[in-house]
């Protein structure tokens, strides 16, 4: 059997324990020991099966798919690759976290310098500032050369005087965008102050009749305040998923073609049942799977909740993550048992490229169209199709579920429909793997694998 995270051959290490055969041939369709000639009786083989006659019963079938789930995941949580690749996503998301929160949390207001004579223009300044979401701080200085020297050694962004025109605005380098529009609505505010003086009106009368004039704007389908960090969560989770699958489900095939190529699986299969070795190699790495799943998404998540890079609900964010490891393991047992048998059919690593890249494609497409479509349009109707499609839903499900576009009958005929592509996919891949696993050399047929025998 295969060990390490490539799958790679163990030698003696967590062999199975194998059953004595006293002389007997190797076992019949249905796994049972056949010990003595084959034309021995029933009775006689029922004889022979009990220990007071030299012989072993079979093991149980769930006791054999324990144990090599058990090797499984005892091999490969000891090897370097699953503890190399979990640490560097832990500690990219963590890191990730923290320098989200540094630029989104800590990003200091722009300092306004204004001499003694005009400080009224603070007031009219801030608000203005205020009401196109700019960050300002205002300060007085004692005159206009002492706040160009300050300007000029970074202790203020800018300097604003009166002129005749408008402001005059003294920079260091270059004027950012978002003060340059606040200062010119202050420049206009400024020149029509003055102009409705010299009509002999009431400049500050006007400023409030203007102020209190409005929109009333009416949104038919509001986008929630929190939509950008929504759509970080889901396009986390659904990158976690995808990797996960890339890394795991190809090593169920690439451990099926070591053990079948060394010739152990021979070995195997003169104790144990076709199907129960393969549903111990996909129950064992799945286990890894999830375990390296739960770790990531559970540190990754505590750590946006605690630097405050994620401010949704800790309820919504953790119910998210929770629905995104249950559809990370639907999705590993929706493409580990077809790799598993695509992994039977050929005896050679390199035969393993051409036959699963139907796989590996369906992986991909749900991945690109969900990184396409759905931050510019959560809501899209061939999306919301896609998220149904069982090879599709363990990806796009988990951006939908993130964005609270996906209703509540939408997700359980999702799972539904993946559950019972399971139940059949065990089904067509054991007869695969029952019928292919010891043919070598060749690549058998789709065809001749599924053949009932």
């Known amino acids: ?12 290490r967590g062999q199975l324990p194998s059953v004595p055969t006293q002389g007997g041939t190797p076992p019949d369709d249905r796994g049972a020991w056949v010990t003595g000639p084959p034309a021995a009786s029933a009775s006689g083989r029922a004889a022979a099966e009990t220990p007071e006659h030299g012989g ?3 093991l149980a079938a769930w006791v054999v798919v324990r144990l090599v789930a058990g090797r499984e995941l005892a091999i490969r949580l000891r090897s370097k690759v699953f503890v190399i690749t979990t640490a560097a996503f832990l500690v990219l998301l963590v890191g990730a976290s923290v320098v989200i929160s540094m630029l989104g949390g800590h990003e200091s207001a722009k300092s306004v310098g204004l001499i003694a004579a005009e400080s009224v223009l603070a007031d009219p300044l801030e608000a203005v500032a205020d009401g196109l979401g700019v960050d300002v701080a205002t300060r007085e200085v004692p005159d206009e050369a002492t706040g160009l020297r300050e300007v000029s050694d970074g202790d203020l ?42 009509l002999g009106g009431d400049p500050a009368r006007v400023n409030e009749t203007v102020a209190a004039a409005g929109l ?12 950008d960090e929504r759509l970080f969560l889901g396009l986390a989770s659904a990158f976690l998923i995808y990797m996960g699958l890339m890394l795991f489900g190809p090593a169920v095939s690439q451990g099926v073609v070591e053990e079948k190529s060394s010739r152990v699986v021979e070995l195997l299969l003169s104790t144990v049942r076709p199907w129960t070795l393969m549903a111990g190699k996909v129950l064992g790495i799945g286990l890894v799977a999830l375990i390296q799943m ?11 909740l605690t630097t405050g890079a994620l401010e949704l609900p800790s309820s919504e964010a953790t119910g998210t993550v929770v629905w995104s490891v249950a559809w990370y393991v639907i999705g590993f047992f929706l493409y580990a048992l077809p790799f598993a048998a695509v992994g039977a059919m050929v005896s050679r690593q390199e035969d393993l490229g051409g036959i699963s890249s139907p796989i590996v494609l369906a992986l991909i497409v749900p991945w690109v169209v969900g990184v396409s479509i759905v931050p510019g349009d959560p809501d899209n109707g061939l999306v919301e199709i896609l998220s149904l499609v069982p090879l599709f839903s363990p990806l796009l499900m988990p951006m939908r579920i993130a964005l609270g576009v996906a209703p509540l009958w939408q997700l359980v005929l999702s799972v539904l429909l993946a559950l019972a592509l399971i139940g059949l996919l065990i089904r067509i891949t054991g007869r695969i793997y029952h019928n292919a696993v010891l043919r070598t050399g060749a690549r058998v047929a789709f065809k001749e694998a599924v053949r009932r025998a």
Do not use: W
Not at 297 to 303: I, K, W
């Open 1 to 12: 059997m295969s060990t390490g995270a490539d799958g790679g051959s163990g030698g003696d």
């Open 56 to 58: 072993f019963p079979p």
């Open 157 to 198: 962004d800018v300097l604003v005087t009166a002129a005749p025109s408008g402001l005059r605005v003294a920079v260091k380098e270059e004027l950012s965008e978002d003060l340059r529009g606040v200062l010119a609505v202050l420049a206009r505010q400024q020149v029509l102050d003055n102009e409705i003086s010299v």
């Open 216 to 227: 009333d704007v009416a949104e038919l389908d509001p986008v929630p305040d929190d939509q």
């Open 294 to 304: 739960v770790v990531i998404a559970g540190g990754g998540l505590v750590a946006a």
